[in-house]
């Protein structure tokens, strides 16, 4: 459609397009997107709180923390965030939490670990238990919230052995964005990814992992093709934006196994033929321009 008849846009902001391999230049799975006039922060891997602070002036108005699933390089990144906002005094209570089942229990047991310093902090006197403690809403796939103009979608995902993995899809009039999650090829994905404007991937470089696992034994390579079960290759990602008829496919969660962004462009590109960009942390796309 014609984007100048549009009213609004949904834009996107890259927080981390890394994997739970340390990285300097791509921290742990994030994204931050800017919708009507709420922000709302899909998973928080670690590095997640800082690239939030180069990217967003206004942190404190997140109002949700949507979560894809609990693994352990989506949400690393949580603690940091949440003290920062606690000590911080960026709000009086945090952003509401959604999740998978097990989030509820997650944030729990975090507080617990932390609880020597939550025992100091609040027998000063100067901040309450209230604005560290979330309120969450654990999900089921087809949950839908909507707000006064606009929407959010939560849909499940194949990511097994992972129970409960979570794909999201936003919309704000006819701006659609979604987000991948962990997945491999599924159902599921390829019907919610439908008509996106943009459409936020993981990727693993299809010949690296295939390298890897012929080149290892024993645990190492039932490693590697697990991972290759549960994931997204670059080969596959391109059918699932192309049948989707996604305007613009941009990846992250880079698995690049010893390969480069230019190949995973070329795997993409036999099959999809549409704009097309290899995520990098900070980068910033807005359906608007699309
Ligand atoms: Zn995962
Ligand atoms: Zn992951």
């Not at 459609?1 to 340390?22: E, K």
């Not at 994204?31 to 602070?53: M, N």
């Not at 992250?252 to 995520?279: E, I, Q, Y």
Request: charged share 25%; glycine share 8%; proline share 4%.
């Amino acid at each position: 459609m014609d984007s100048s008849n549009r009213v609004g846009s949904i834009s996107v902001t890259l927080l981390g397009t890394g994997t739970p391999i340390p990285d300097r230049d791509r921290h742990g799975p994030s994204q931050l997107i800017k919708i009507a006039r709420d922000l709302v922060l899909v998973d928080c891997g670690p590095g997640t709180l800082h690239r939030l602070l180069e990217a967003e002036s206004n942190v404190s108005a997140i109002s949700h923390v949507l979560l894809t699933h609990l693994h352990s390089d989506h949400v690393s990144g949580l603690a940091d965030l949440l003290w920062a906002g606690w000590v911080g005094r960026w709000w009086t209570t945090p952003p509401v939490f959604v999740g998978p089942p097990g989030t509820e229990e997650f944030i729990k047991r975090l507080l617990y670990a932390f609880e020597e310093d939550i025992r100091l902090r609040t027998e000063e006197g100067s901040v309450t238990i209230a604005g560290l403690h979330p309120s969450i809403h654990e999900i089921e796939d087809g949950w839908t919230k909507t707000f006064h103009e606009w929407s959010v979608k939560g849909f499940r995902v194949d990511h097994y052995p992972v129970k409960h993995a979570f794909g999201y899809r936003f919309e704000h009039d006819k701006n659609v964005v979604v987000i991948s999650g962990d997945t491999c090829i599924c159902e599921n994905l390829q019907m919610h990814a439908q008509d996106a404007d943009i459409f936020v991937c993981e990727v693993v470089w299809a010949e690296g992992i295939k390298r890897a696992i012929e080149t290892s034994h024993g645990p190492d390579k039932a490693r590697w093709e697990r991972i290759l079960r549960y994931h997204m290759s670059s080969l596959e990602v391109g059918k699932v934006a192309a049948n989707a008829r996604v305007k613009h496919l941009v990846l992250s969660h880079l698995m690049l196994m010893n390969g480069s962004p230019a190949d995973l462009l070329v795997d993409v590109r036999s099959s999809f033929d549409g704009k097309l960009t290899v995520g990098e942390d900070l980068a910033k796309f807005s359906t608007k321009a699309e």
